[in-house]
């Protein structure tokens, strides 16, 4: 992969330098590898929703990047030699050597919040899996926000290096990428060496942008992980193509910007929006008069044909942008709303983005922490913000009088960028007006460095006094320390990571998935190899594996550490019902109640609901019931043992071979009612217990015969059921006798909120199931106490039943 | 977010201050391991179970991360690798937030996660302190409790983890050095 990638900076040079007819050979390399990145994500894209197999259509994607590289290269060599200038080197030099040890110690220390969607995607995108479905929900089918995860499983293709390690590679690249791309975009923007420098420090080490209370981010140095490497790779290398086509409006500027500007969207939508809007209002300004003077008719028309070639390339590549719009067009109702709580619990699970306008407060963003409303003119948030962001006005002005379009540009994505998340209202997703402010305050920090840059080249041409000048870079140089306190302090938390916790940074892969899953040996790379190879797309999978270690491996991330190694999505996750709405929140934390059952009991029954095809077990945290009842199973079989490392077994479900569920004729079951549940006086939350339910039999004659009693929970206080993966029943031998009662014992997970609940019993019947009663229920948080294997005492009653 | 380096660094961090806590006697609170030394690999990751005997009439405190948002204050359970047995609690390299209260007069079992990053034979001590958000109720409270452990060689690398990241940043700063340098020479040179 690491061959692949470097390949893929020499086609990218080449192209740049001979396609994009760029002489400077570090800009070329800068724009050129970041522009190869990504094409090739944006054609692989093109090529699979063409229906392309994924091996053939990576392939394909990285030949055409590759060949349009040698062709630049021809055509450089007509071109006159590539040329390199020593101050820009020597200026990238320091740039990218800061630059480059925060995105390695970062990347050392880990872990990303967002691994566990971003590593099951690539692996399932690796296994051929497209469109993309949520791992966790293979149901449902994803849209947008992927085309990193699917450039990075391009490119792992080749082999070499694992998904971690890939995306250490990636946003190392990526990120020195976008250091000589914002320094070009500065110097090209009119500052000269001095505004390059400032625009490309101001945007690594002196954004300061987010929540002051909660978290602000320094600059992109710091913003190394997740989505971010790509994203801004492709942002600046539109902006500083833009740069380049406003220096020379040449024909293939224009369509190297269209197509990045529009494969933008399936990376990153939000981003894509913004720039796109900004584009088009600058476009719009080209026909002022001031303007209208400086731009050729051609140019404007070239332009307009980039924003078009964007615009098809948007609703070709299929991102969230287009779905919106085609769901607009198509006038699609949205799913029903049935309580707020599970809106959010749906919307989270299926990317469900829902735009109203105006917001209520108007101007107001959103916390990303709990989602309660701060006003975009206030104190407390400005306050939190950057220089560049306070001096925006200031900036703008002065740029819009000099008539600096890249800075008009600059100005106008960071005034959408705060403007839009504070006057539309994006539902679910408002929390996420995170990644607009962090936009925000990028934007406005370059248009401060290009208004530095500006007035710092104002000044050096009027032959003031050396002094004069000294002062000034003096200034410069004050400012620039003062802004980048905040990464100073990040960079010496990582130098003390390294110097007194080094066991904390990570670096090799095997590392890197003991991060998340402690325990994950030889035994588990054999095993995953066996389902790599064996397991098919559209199967799924299902495990044991719980290993905590109070850190970053927990049920979560070990669930991601099988997906991503197996290449197969796991269910057995629920969409949870969330009591308090608000801020950022993941759309998956836990099993589901089936799984929660199936584990405890072993009962493949609940297979049919899980709908798994493979069980990947860690024998050694298999309940002892649940060892027996899948030994003794016809439908289960071993299908692979680990010979090395830990004991793993991999079984394989028959789901054809799975008992179908009986089922009591409806007229029999209308006479069954049920008449108590009695629950055990613990009930730790999201813990398996058997309850006793107690049903009646109200006709003459005795009810007889198997069926499958299962029950459903409502939370009353989220006003909506739970998600049916957390209904779990077991089939039972009724023998209920006329006018008499009949008890079970039936499995019953312990809901992961507390509150009061209506529990719903029913019973499978044909035609229909038939409801046999309700009761309500109340479940308390049980006071933990911090027990012994077998020692303390639980503490006391916490569920009662109230009719 | 990554809580546990914050966690680390709480325990680093959080200077005592002067505040005036009331601070248990050091034998209120022991520690024992709760199972087998497991193998120690250079890193490798593996769980120590240590059994807190709490002596005390009071809780030992506990809790989840909201009740450390909310400032109350919570015991940490903590360990170190010393090549002698420690007489005091030392800097933590692995941090554990006891997740709920150990009774008084009652003990609680916790599992740490162990990396070493030294071969060799070495001692592995645990301790147990007391902080909260604002470092005022920071105490130690054990003694602390070591056993020696083995820890087997990984690769050559693996042996050098720290002196590889020692060059890691070195490298770094001898290039952003070199690049300055050069940068004022080639700004003078062009005048």
Redesign the interface.
């Known amino acids: 992969m690491i061959l692949a990638v470097a390949l893929l900076a020499i086609a990218g040079y080449g192209a740049a330098r001979g396609i994009l007819r760029s002489r400077d050979a570090l800009a070329a390399a800068a724009l050129g590898t970041a522009s190869a990145w990504a094409l090739f994500i944006v054609v692989l894209n093109l090529l699979l929703r063409a229906h392309a197999a994924f091996l053939p259509a990576a392939f394909i994607a990285y030949g055409t990047v590759v060949g349009l590289g040698a062709w630049g290269w021809r055509r450089a060599r007509n071109g006159g030699p590539a040329v390199v200038d020593?101050?820009d080197?020597?200026?990238?030099?320091?740039l990218?050597?800061?630059v480059?040890?925060l995105v390695?110690?970062y990347q050392?220390?880990?872990?990303d919040?967002d691994n566990f969607i971003h590593y099951p995607l690539v692996a399932l995108f690796m296994r051929g899996q497209f469109p993309h479905v949520n791992p966790y929900f293979p149901d449902i089918p994803l849209y947008g926000h992927y085309g990193r995860d699917l450039g990075l499983a391009g490119l792992l293709t080749f082999g070499g290096a694992g998904i971690g390690t890939g995306m250490m590679v990636e946003a190392w690249v990526l990120h020195l990428a976008t250091v000589g791309n914002a320094y070009y975009l500065g110097k090209r923007a009119g500052g000269g060496c001095v505004g390059g420098f400032v625009v490309a420090y101001l945007a690594f080490f002196a954004v300061n942008s987010g929540f002051a209370d909660w978290?602000v981010r320094s600059g992109l140095a710091e913003v190394s992980g997740n989505n971010n490497p790509v994203v801004y790779a492709f942002f600046f290398a539109v902006l500083v193509l833009f740069s380049a086509f406003l220096l020379a409006p040449r024909l293939e500027t224009a369509a190297a910007m269209g197509v990045l500007l529009g494969g933008l969207d399936m990376v990153y939508e939000t981003h894509f929006d913004i720039l796109f809007a900004s584009l088009c209002i600058v476009w719009l300004s080209m026909f002022l008069p001031k303007m209208r003077d400086r731009m050729r008719p051609r140019a404007r028309s070239m332009m307009m044909a980039s924003l078009g070639l964007a615009f098809v390339v948007m609703l070709a590549s299929g991102g969230l942008t287009s779905r919106m719009l085609f769901q607009r067009l198509r006038h699609s109702p949205g799913a029903a709303v049935s309580s707020m709580a599970a809106d959010w619990a749906r919307a989270g699970a299926q990317q469900d983005v829902r735009i109203g306008f105006p917001k209520h407060p108007f101007l107001t963003l959103t916390h990303a922490n709990d989602g309660r409303g701060v006003r975009l003119f206030s104190a407390s948030f400005l306050s939190g913000q950057g220089i560049g962001l306070s001096l925006l006005p200031l900036a703008a002005i002065f740029l819009v009088y000099r008539g600096n379009v890249i800075g008009l540009l600059t100005a106008m994505v960071a005034i959408l960028s705060l403007g839009i998340p504070a006057s539309f209202d994006f539902g679910r997703f408002n929390g996420e007006n995170f990644r607009f402010i962090f936009l925000g305050g990028l934007c406005a920090a370059l248009t401060l460095g290009i208004a530095i840059g500006e007035a710092f080249g104002w000044i050096a041409r009027r032959r003031l006094s050396v002094w004069v000048r000294g002062a000034t870079l003096a200034a410069i140089g004050a400012l620039c320390a003062w802004q980048a306190s905040r990464a100073w302090t990040i960079y010496q938390?990582a130098?003390l990571?390294?110097?007194?916790?080094?066991?904390?940074?990570r670096i090799t892969e095997g590392?890197r998935l003991?991060q998340f899953c402690?325990?994950w040996g030889r035994g588990d790379e054999e095993a995953a190899r066996f389902l790599r190879e064996h397991g098919r797309r559209g199967e799924r999978l299902l495990t044991n594996y719980v290993?905590?270690?109070?850190?970053?491996?927990n049920l979560l991330n070990n669930a991601m550490v099988v997906m991503s190694q197996a290449r197969l999505p796991m269910g057995g996750f629920n969409q949870r019902l969330q009591h308090d709405t608000g801020g950022i929140q993941g759309s998956v934390s836990g099993w589901s109640g089936q799984a929660i059952a199936f584990w405890a009991t072993g009962d493949v029954d609940l297979l049919q609901d899980l709908r798994a095809d493979w069980l990947y077990v860690v024998p050694r945290l298999l309940a002892p019931a649940a060892s027996l009842a899948l030994q003794n199973s016809p439908a289960v079989s071993q299908a692979f043992r680990s010979e090395r490392g830990e004991d793993r077994l991999v079984l394989r479900v028959d789901r054809a071979g799975l008992p179908a569920r009986p089922k009591l004729s409806a007229d029999t079951a209308s006479s069954l009612s049920l008449v108590r549940v009695t629950l055990p006086d613990s009930l730790p939350l999201e813990t398996f217990q058997l309850v006793e339910v107690s049903l009646g039999n109200s006709g003459r004659a005795a009810v007889g015969g198997k069926a499958y009693l299962y029950y459903r929970l409502f939370d009353l206080r989220a006003g909506s059921s739970l998600d049916e993966s957390d209904s779990v029943g077991a089939i039972e031998e009724l023998a209920v006798p006329a006018f008499g009662e009949q008890s079970f014992r039936i499995p019953f997970v312990v809901p992961y909120n507390e509150g009061e609940y209506d529990l719903q019993l029913s019973l499978t019947a044909d035609p229909r199931d038939v409801v046999l009663g309700k009761t309500r229920i109340h479940v308390a948080r049980t006071?933990?106490?911090?027990?012994?294997?077998a020692?303390?005492a639980p503490a006391a009653p916490s569920a009662r039943i109230s009719r | 977010?990554?809580p546990?380096?914050a966690l680390?660094?709480i325990v680093?961090g959080v200077a005592p201050a002067g505040a005036v806590i009331a601070v248990p006697p050091l034998d209120s609170v022991r520690l024992h391991l709760?199972g087998p030394v497991p193998y120690f690999r250079v890193?490798g990751?593996s769980?120590v179970r240590i059994?807190?005997e709490n002596r005390q009439t009071g809780p030992l405190e506990?809790g989840s991360t909201a009740d450390w948002d909310h400032g109350l204050p919570l015991a940490f359970a903590g360990a170190w690798f010393a090549d002698a047995p420690a007489s005091v609690v030392a800097?933590f390299?692995a941090t554990?937030?006891?997740?709920?209260?150990?009774?008084g007069g009652?003990?609680?079992?916790?599992?740490l996660?162990i990396?070493?990053?030294r071969p060799g034979r070495r001692w592995l001590c645990f301790g147990v302190v007391r902080s909260s958000r604002d470092g005022a109720a920071y105490a130690t409270l054990t003694e602390p409790f070591c056993v020696p452990v083995q820890i087997a060689s990984g690769s050559f690398l693996e042996n050098r983890?720290?002196e590889l990241?020692?060059a890691?940043?070195i490298t770094?700063?001898i290039?952003?050095v070199?690049?300055?340098a050069?940068?004022v020479?080639?700004?003078r040179t062009?005048g």
């Not at chain 1, 990571?497 to 940074?505: E, N, Q």
């Open positions: 020593r101050v080197l020597a200026l990238l030099g320091i990218g050597s800061a480059s040890a390695l110690l050392f220390i880990g872990p919040s978290v938390h130098a990571m390294c110097r007194s916790f080094p066991h904390v940074l590392e003991q402690m325990t290993v905590e270690d109070h850190v970053s491996s006071l933990p106490t911090l027990a012994p294997r020692g303390l | 977010m990554m546990y380096r680390l660094l680093v709760a890193l990751d769980l059994r807190i506990g800097q390299e554990v937030r006891l997740p709920a209260p150990v009774p009652a003990d609680g079992e916790i599992d996660p990396r070493p990053v983890r720290p990241l020692t890691v940043v770094h700063w290039a952003l070199a690049s300055a050069a940068a020479w080639c700004l062009r």
